[in-house]
């Protein structure tokens, strides 16, 4: 199993980046997937879920700016992330966990990818 996040980069506030996470190596569409985020000093925090019914749940700080999605013919998991605020740097990972899983709680995660880092400036 194998998990490549990319999109990350730096913006300012209010602005809006697409993060993507390429999977391979597995049966995509049976696997239930999710965004974490970790900032320096900070534990893992889960923001996105999609488990693999197409199921989301949000946490509360991202709740109606990001959106999470799955595209299971090209084996893609996105994020969406709109009106970013500075709290929102930190590196962000893509993670997958067979079967149906959707809340983000990071040890229910078996897989994760490398990360990619947002930085949000104001």
């Known amino acids: 199993v194998q998990l490549v996040e990319s999109g990350g980069g730096s913006v300012q506030a209010g602005g809006s980046l697409i993060l993507s996470c390429a999977a391979s190596?597995?049966?995509?569409?049976?696997?239930?997937m999710g965004w974490f985020r970790q900032a320096p000093g900070k534990e893992r925090e889960g923001i996105a879920t999609?488990?693999?019914?197409?199921?989301?749940e949000y946490a509360d700080s991202v709740k109606g700016r990001f959106t999470i999605s799955k595209a299971n013919a090209k084996n893609t998991l996105s994020l969406q992330m709109n009106s970013l605020k500075p709290e929102d740097t930190a590196m962000y990972y893509c993670?997958?966990?067979?079967?149906?899983?959707?809340?983000?709680?990071?040890?229910?995660?078996?897989?994760w990818g490398q990360g990619t880092q947002v930085t949000v400036s104001s």
């Open positions: 993670a997958a966990t067979e079967g149906w899983w959707l809340r983000p709680l990071a040890t229910a995660y078996n897989y």
């Open positions: 190596g597995y049966a995509y569409s049976t696997y239930s």
């Open positions: 999609i488990a693999s019914d197409g199921s989301t």
